[in-house]
């Protein structure tokens, strides 16, 4: 059996990809002390003989003096010094490195946390950018900082690590084992050389017992040696090599349906943890092989169960031959051990039907193959499980349709026989065999074969109606028709139920691509819970339902496939989800969890937590779901968990958005009130003080003076509650327009009536003669004057001059203020009409930055625009059109005396 030897595709593309990247070399250790910087001061040293530009980014010698001996002469990238809460922190020089550029950066201590005002707030961060960036990297790291081990280090050890690395951190790295016996670390301890004395105290009492140090030396030796196997798994997809290499020992298990499968699979976990291997349990579904009743399909998700529960990896494949894909995929995964049972079949059904344990044991080629006979009567004397039936008999319609469609070819072959002649009279007879192979299967394309033979010889071989041959050539023509019938009929028999398989994975494989685009676009938890609920319960044909967490923590159905479903959720069904709710595993029926429920419960894991529980059940407490359905379960799951992640952090987002907005708001109005408000009541205080106590002394003209200062403080005052009231109204959508016939010179001369400071100003004002009178809110528009001349006075010189022009652009009239300050970068055009921006001055500006947006709200709800623009000349114009819709009526008040302009 001759195996593609051509490379891995994808090791081959990871192989490209990492050769861009820099490498990664770890000298990884059991605990601190072990002497991992020292081996890797070492190494570098080594390296820098050889010629190679070594540079030293971090090397934490912890006042050893021959780790600091090892340093003299490597060039050595001087720290950065950051200032954290009043002290000063020495940390590594990231960007100075990258501008080096060596060959080989070393940097120690893989699992530190940089001192806030880094780049990176991880030190394995920097080293991914180093690698990045085609740096090879040394680093160093303790078995007890990988993040992967981390529950078990606490459980050994009785201390949690914060401080961890991701594995994937790993995955690519080169593994250099730093190991010494326990007795000569705790020596270096006692001596020291570690910790201070008193930490070193501490340290022998709580962590460093020997123990523990056997068990963290045990896991990073295990780590080391998975390593290393994984990395010759990889050198062998990558280099085409078939294997096996017995580098290390890897045992599979093959599973069926049969319940002595379960034997297997212990027998299987007995031997990969005497080996200290890992082990796969694996399935092949083939055609001809595949569990037809419930029964089976029980027995089989039982089997698969079983082997997970037991710590293997479980694989499920699909295949005509079984031997041929468990060898493919033994040589795949380098597996040093196979076992495989040997049903107790006869020597007449492995002859028909072949033996896949002879075929697998023929090519196994450096595999050694555990064969375990069966025990006689065991596959026969399996008890069912209650209501299950056995697998009906074959339906006889097809074999009366192939008798049929045999005697319909007869009686035309014998109609043409003058005509035909033998040759394609035999041929004809091949028809009913490819027609009932792929019409209803094998059974029936061979009882073609076998009817045609006979129809054949006693109607057309001479001697006719006979069963006689008078020439024996036609015995040999027998015997071919009958072999090429019999092939034909298999294979295509063999091809429908293929074509069978693909279409139920294809048609799985829609559903989740289907489920996966139908919830991308939702933005909502309810429809994407609904849409779950619906395609799970058209996939499995079963009901199902979802549940999260309410307010206080308690599962609660928030959709299902069916109203009745949510009634049936009785008190022991809602602790079943609670199971799988708090540990993330999945229970209920068909597992050996909970199994009396009446649902299966899958938790919605998205990381490490959990959301929610999906529950299916399928109506009939008979029936199992098979383990591909089970898998299929799990990826919906996966798929709902990350929707409901994902609507979960976008809502968390939003409420921390409004949070922010509020707490800008907040600091905004903190800040006017302590300018804005202040400035005014200092100066009407200041003016009140000073005619309450100057009494006589001011002649009418200061007096004047000091009552207009009075008044101008006030209506500042004014105009900021004013425009804090605007944006209320404008956010709460509760502004209303009360639209007249109003006349823009009106409001222009209103307007800066109001502003005293204007008077200090060179104004223009340019309006275009007989300007239309334009329907608005009078009393708003005012206010968006008024804004936009207070804006141009706050952000121009004092002196400068300030423009209002106005005229009528086809059906629109425009009106604009221009100031003569500074120009406002491109960039920020645009944005001087949100909340709260400021542009930066070179001046002290008062304000809230709410005036320009307040600006914008009340132009728009006009139906009208407002933009910003820099002038030619210097400066800023915010131009603002209104529509002017229909013609004004011919009488319109020609005073705005109603509004109280006396300008």
């Known amino acids: 059996m001759e195996k593609d030897k051509r490379p891995d595709p994808d090791s081959l593309l990871v192989s490209l990809e990492e050769e861009g990247r820099g ?97 990176h707030v991880r030190r394995y961060q920097d080293v991914e950018e180093l690698l990045a960036a085609g740096i090879d990297v040394y680093t160093t790291l303790n078995i007890q900082h990988l993040e992967s081990l981390n529950d078990i280090v606490a459980q050994i050890t009785g201390v949690q690590v914060r401080e961890t690395v991701p594995d994937r951190v790993l995955e690519a790295a080169r593994i250099q084992l730093v190991d010494i016996p326990p007795e000569e670390l705790i020596q270096r301890l006692k001596d020291g050389k570690v910790y201070v004395p008193g930490q070193a105290a501490e340290a022998l009492r709580k962590f460093f017992r020997p123990g523990n140090i056997n068990a963290l030396r045990e896991l990073a030796l295990r780590y080391a040696a998975r390593r290393v196997d994984r990395q010759v798994e990889t050198y062998m997809r990558a280099h085409g090599i078939p294997g096996p290499w017995p580098a290390g020992e890897r045992v599979m298990v093959c599973v069926s349906p049969s319940p002595f499968s379960a034997r297997l699979i212990r027998i299987a976990r007995r031997m ?81 039907h072949g033996s896949v344990v002879d075929k697998v044991i023929r090519h196994s080629e450096g595999i050694s193959v555990h064969v375990i006979p069966g025990k006689p009567g065991r596959e026969r004397q399996v008890p069912r499980a209650p209501g299950v039936t056995r697998r009906p008999p074959a339906p006889l319609l097809p074999y009366a349709g192939i008798m049929v469609l045999m005697f319909l070819v007869t009686l035309c072959a014998a109609s043409f026989r003058t005509f035909l002649g033998p040759v394609n009279v035999a041929l004809m007879f091949l028809l009913p065999v490819l027609a009932g192979a792929v019409k209803w299967g094998t059974g029936p394309a061979v009882l073609a074969a076998l009817v045609g033979v006979l129809a054949f010889d006693f109607l057309f071989v001479p001697p006719t109606f006979s069963f006689t041959v008078a020439d024996l050539r036609y015995l040999i023509s027998f015997v071919i028709f009958l072999l090429v019938a019999l092939f034909t009929g298999t294979l295509s028999s063999r091809l ?67 109203p009745g479903l949510v009634d049936s959720l009785d008190e022991s069904e809602r602790a079943v989800a609670t199971w799988v709710f708090e540990r993330g595993v999945m229970a209920g029926r068909g597992t050996d969890t909970l199994s009396a429920s009446a649902g299966l419960y899958l938790p919605l894991r998205a990381g490490e937590e959990v959301r929610g529980v999906l529950g299916v059940h399928t109506g009939d407490r008979e029936r199992y779901l098979h383990p591909e359905q089970v898998r299929l379960l799990e990826a919906f799951a996966g798929l709902a968990a990350l929707a409901v992640t994902r609507i979960q952090l976008a809502e968390k987002a939003r409420v921390a958005r409004m949070l922010a907005e509020s707490e800008r708001l907040r600091t905004a109005l903190f800040n006017s009130l302590s300018h804005d408000l202040r400035t005014p009541l200092a100066s009407i205080i200041g003016a009140v003080t000073g005619l309450l106590e100057g ?11 000091l009552l207009q200062t009075i008044k101008q403080g006030a209506l500042r005052m004014n105009r900021f509650v004013n425009n804090l009231l605007d944006m209320a109204r404008l956010e709460s959508g509760l502004l209303s327009l009360r639209k007249e016939w109003c006349d823009m010179q009106d409001i222009i001369g209103v307007a800066v009536g109001r502003l005293g400071e204007l008077r200090s100003r060179p104004l223009q004002i340019d309006l275009q003669p007989d300007l239309p009178l334009v329907q608005a809110d009078f009393m708003l528009i005012e206010q968006v004057l008024v804004n936009l001349l207070d804006n141009a006075l706050k952000y121009s010189e004092p002196g400068s001059e300030i423009t209002i022009a106005a005229r009528r652009e086809g059906e629109e009239l425009a009106v604009a203020v221009a100031d003569r300050g ?35 709200g009340i132009i728009e709800a006009h139906g009208g625009r407002i933009w910003a623009a820099n002038h030619p000349a210097g400066g800023v114009v915010i131009t603002f059109v209104l529509p002017l819709g229909e013609a004004a009526p011919g009488e319109v008040p020609a005073e705005g005396a109603d509004h109280g302009h006396g300008n």
């Open 23 to 119: 490498r990664l070399t770890v000298f990884l250790g059991a605990a601190a002390g072990v002497g991992k910087t020292y081996a890797m001061l070492e190494a570098a040293r080594d390296r820098l003989a050889e010629g190679v530009d070594v540079v030293v980014g971090w090397v934490e010698t912890h006042g050893r003096a021959e780790t600091a001996a090892l340093l003299e002469g490597l060039p050595v990238i001087p720290p950065r010094r950051l200032v954290y809460r009043g002290r000063e922190f020495a940390e590594m020089d990231l960007d100075a490195l990258l501008t080096r550029r060596p060959a080989l950066a070393l940097v120690d201590e893989l699992a530190h946390t940089n001192i806030p005002g880094s780049r």
């Open 272 to 352: 990969a943890e005497g080996l200290q291997a890992e082990w796969l349990a694996v399935y092949v579904e083939a055609p001809r092989r595949f569990p037809a009743g419930e029964a089976e399909r029980d027995r089989l998700a039982k089997n698969l169960r079983l082997a997970e529960e037991l710590g293997a990896e479980t694989i499920s494949l699909t295949g005509q031959d079984v031997a041929e894909e468990l060898l493919e995929l033994a040589r795949k995964r380098n597996i040093s051990q196979i076992i495989i049972g040997k049903p107790l079949h006869s020597r007449l059904w492995e002859w028909l």
């Open 496 to 562: 429908q139920e293929q074509a069978r398989l693909s279409r139920r994975r294809e048609a799985r494989t829609a559903a989740l691509y289907a489920l996966s685009r139908e919830i991308a676009a939702v933005s909502e938890l309810e429809p994407v819970l609904e849409s779950v609920a619906r395609k799970v319960a058209e996939t499995v044909e079963g009901q199902v339902m979802v549940l999260l967490p309410d307010e206080n923590g308690r599962l609660a159905v928030r959709a299902a496939s069916s």
């Open 695 to 705: 009494g006589d002394v001011y002649d009418p003209a200061a007096r004047r003076d």
């Open 822 to 856: 500074q120009h406002i970068p491109e960039e920020d055009l645009g944005r001087i009409f949100d909340k709260f921006y400021r542009l930066q001055s070179p001046r002290l500006v008062s304000g809230t930055g709410l005036g320009l947006a307040i600006c914008k």
